[in-house]
T-cell receptor
Framework: LAKTTQPISMDSYEGQEVNITCSHNNIATNDYITWYQQFPSQGPRFIIQGYKTKVTNEVASLFIPADRKSSTLSLPRVSLSDTAVYYCLVGELNAGNMLTFGGGTRLMVKP | GAVVSQHPSRVICKSGTSVKIECRSLDFQATTMFWYRQFPKQSLMLMATSNEGSKATYEQGVEKDKFLINHASLTLSTLTVTSAHPEDSSFYIC???????????FGPGTRLTVL
């Protein structure tokens, strides 16, 4: 199983762009990269998923270099409500291996 | 995506009692559901995979006789914590996978406190 490594915590200010990087050196050919957001006392919420290059949706962008050994979640112009824990998962759900949550990154957005 | 509910949202019980937690997929038929446990300030830990119409698959170190899982229909899975002890106090979260997109839809979680 591909193991993920993320910074434990990050601080930012409202209006700034936040980039959270996840390392996954052992990513397999069929693995996808998925990011979840979790607020206190709530279940995680899907943010974005990608396989390679760049993926963008209404809330975030995901940058994946050619070697796919890392990925960067980019949150544009964060607000206080973006304060949460962000998890990077790697694997293929159909194979039952995108179920391991790493430590996550605790993002604190300050006013 | 799938809408997943859990009941109850929080429960407090005495040591030695059993507690049942329900996970419902409200708009999606789920042959598989996942149960996670999360201790304060820690990450989610997969406990077991709930399979509709068959036995659950438990992760290493999770006692199947203590955490009973029943997945009797395509929309409901239940987790029963038997003979609960204070160390079982945790946040229990279920999820429903949407296989075609490799995505999980999580329930809101159940906070269990064992006195």
């Amino acid at each position: 199983l591909a193991k993920t490594t993320q910074p434990i915590s990050m601080d930012s200010y409202e209006g700034q762009e936040v980039n959270i990087t996840c390392s996954h050196n052992n990513i397999a050919t069929n693995d996808y990269i998925t990011w979840y957001q979790q607020f206190p006392s709530q279940g995680p919420r899907f943010i974005i998923q990608g396989y390679k290059t760049k993926v963008t949706n209404e809330v975030a962008s995901l940058f994946i270099p050619a070697d796919r050994k890392s990925s960067t979640l980019s949150l544009p112009r964060v607000s206080l409500s973006d304060t949460a824990v962000y998890y990077c998962l790697v694997g293929e759900l159909n194979a039952g291996n995108m179920l391991t949550f790493g430590g996550g990154t605790r993002l604190m957005v300050k006013p | 995506g799938a809408v997943v509910s859990q009941h109850p949202s929080r429960v407090i019980c005495k040591s030695g009692t059993s507690v049942k937690i329900e996970c419902r997929s409200l708009d999606f038929q789920a042959t598989t559901m996942f149960w996670y446990r999360q201790f304060p300030k820690q990450s989610l830990m997969l406990m077991a995979t709930s399979n509709e119409g068959s036995k659950a698959t438990y992760e290493q170190g999770v006692e199947k006789d203590k955490f009973l899982i029943n997945h009797a229909s395509l929309t409901l899975s239940t987790l029963t914590v038997t003979s609960a002890h204070p160390e079982d106090s945790s946040f229990y979260i279920c999820s429903v996978p949407q296989s075609s997109y490799n995505e999980q839809f999580f329930g809101p979680g159940t906070r269990l406190t064992v006195l």
